[in-house]
């Protein structure tokens, strides 16, 4: 369970990076609180994780997938430039990813 709580804080930190842009570009109300709202179950999924996963692993399983997932995201959603070696820069924090849930 505690894996599945760690991928879903991932995901909404990517969630949260998308508020951030959201915000960026209108600052409404409902701007604002999806990013409290994504940023917000982030970091308790993360804290939930946490409690069973070692402090070092959960966060950089946590910050690698939002970061692999809003270059991602910024790549194919928002126009950003598409280049092989930021792929393969993103391969490697995947791969770390998977290495660290592989040795824990």
Known sequence: MEWIALIAAGLCEVLGVIAL???SLTRSLGSYIFLACS???SFLL???AMA???MGTAYAIWTGMGTAGSTLLGMFAFGEPKEA???FFIA???ASAIGLKIIT
């Open 21 to 23: 842009r959201r915000v």
């Open 39 to 41: 940023l917000g179950s």
């Open 46 to 48: 993360l804290t939930y």
């Open 52 to 54: 069973f996963i070692s």
């Open 85 to 87: 070696r930021r792929v």
């Open 92 to 94: 490697l924090i995947l």
